[in-house]
């Protein structure tokens, strides 16, 4: 894999998400595909009702265009196992978001239902990463500045890997709660796992993948920036989880996810002890302001653009000091460190 390579997938990406953009959001608003906005939310969201959803289709259509293009012409099918979870769970994600137009509810897919299609796909995307990934597939490395550590979990992947995308769904669904935020911060966390694959020369699958998702990002940015003129939705916001937890567990390197997409796990956590404390109080406490913690900062008087630049930047640095950490292991190269050996063939 080359850079000239990695520079024309996610320029192509790009080019075709752009060019859907238009196609797209006039398609949505004669569907009367409109966002339902909730409202106990902030005030300022009310403005955002009937904005065209659904959006994840501009980006996802380029990720599994480029991806086959990639698997046919570099006879590398791996990269398939890439698509599949993000298409898998972007199709889940477009039931729900189809339900909730047709119903003209915030409500879709009942909790239970769409738990159960999450954890069908996960188990099957589990299994093909277990039974064709290698006898190393089971092997967690945990790198850190030069020090390394590993551990073989062997059939325990299996479950460890459902919980990974299970995670990584819901940690992301929560994050799409403000213009261009989950798409901004995805096309950080998605260059900088590809960034790792790319300096360690991990198999070229996964050192392209991760550029063409940003690309097509950064196509639906366009679109989606504040004010947007198109959501998501969880046809998006479920594959970009999906396909960020794929990523992270062909690569065997769980502090991608952890550390370098901290600010999903933030989100996460602040809507697990807002509702466990409401809920334990008898609904008399919270925690925040509102839950995910996004909008506790909007509530508390900042504007949306600057919750946004802030998350956004929190995820460059989260993701800057996860790529330093992991490519410091040592290399072959009389004791040179990955990151080194990039510079100097660059």
């Given at each position: 894999m080359n850079i000239v390579e990695i520079l024309l997938y996610t320029a192509a990406a790009f080019a075709v998400g752009t060019l859907l953009g238009p196609v797209v959001i006039p398609l949505m608003r004669r569907l009367k595909a409109g966002q339902t906005e909730r409202d106990d939310g902030p005030k300022s969201h009310l403005k955002k009702q009937g904005t065209p959803t659904m959006g994840g289709i501009i980006f996802l259509v380029p990720i599994a265009a480029a991806s086959a293009v990639f698997?046919?012409?570099?006879r590398r099918p791996e990269i398939l196992v890439l698509t599949a979870g993000v298409i898998g769970f972007g199709i889940i994600?477009?039931?729900?978001?189809?339900?909730?137009v047709k119903k003209r509810s915030k409500d879709g897919l009942l909790p239970w239902q769409k738990m159960a299609a999450l954890v069908v796909i996960a188990t099957g995307i589990a299994f093909v990463?277990?039974?064709s990934g290698g006898d190393d597939m089971t092997v967690l490395r945990f790198d850190m500045f030069g020090k390394t550590a590993s551990l073989d979990i062997g059939w325990g992947f299996i479950?460890?890997?459902?919980?990974?995308m299970l995670a990584a769904t819901n940690s992301v669904n929560l994050t799409d709660g403000l213009d261009g935020l989950c798409s901004g911060i995805s096309a950080i966390v998605f260059t900088m796992i590809s960034c790792v694959a790319f300096t360690l020369n991990s198999e070229p699958g996964l050192q392209i993948f991760g550029f063409i998702c940003a690309g097509s990002l950064l196509a639906f940015l366009l679109y989606n920036?504040?004010?947007a003129r198109i959501f998501m939705g969880d046809t998006g916001s479920l594959a970009l989880g999906g396909g960020i937890a794929a990523m992270t567990l062909m690569m065997r390197r769980p502090l991608?996810?952890?550390?370098?997409?901290l600010i999903f796990v933030i989100e996460a956590m602040s809507d697990i002890i807002q509702v466990g404390v409401?809920?334990?109080s008898g609904r008399k406490k919270r925690v925040f302001r509102m839950a995910p913690i996004h909008h506790h900062f909007e509530l508390g008087g900042w504007s949306e653009k600057r919750v946004v630049w802030t998350f956004w930047a929190f995820a460059l640095v989260c993701c800057i000091f996860t790529y330093l950490s992991i490519c410091a292991v040592r290399t072959g190269n009389a004791g040179e460190t990955a990151l080194i050996s990039f510079i100097r063939k660059g």
């Open positions: 698997a046919i012409v570099s994600g477009f039931i729900d978001d189809f339900l909730k990463m277990y039974f479950p460890y890997a459902v919980f990974v920036y504040n004010p991608l996810l952890v550390i370098g997409g409401f809920k334990l």
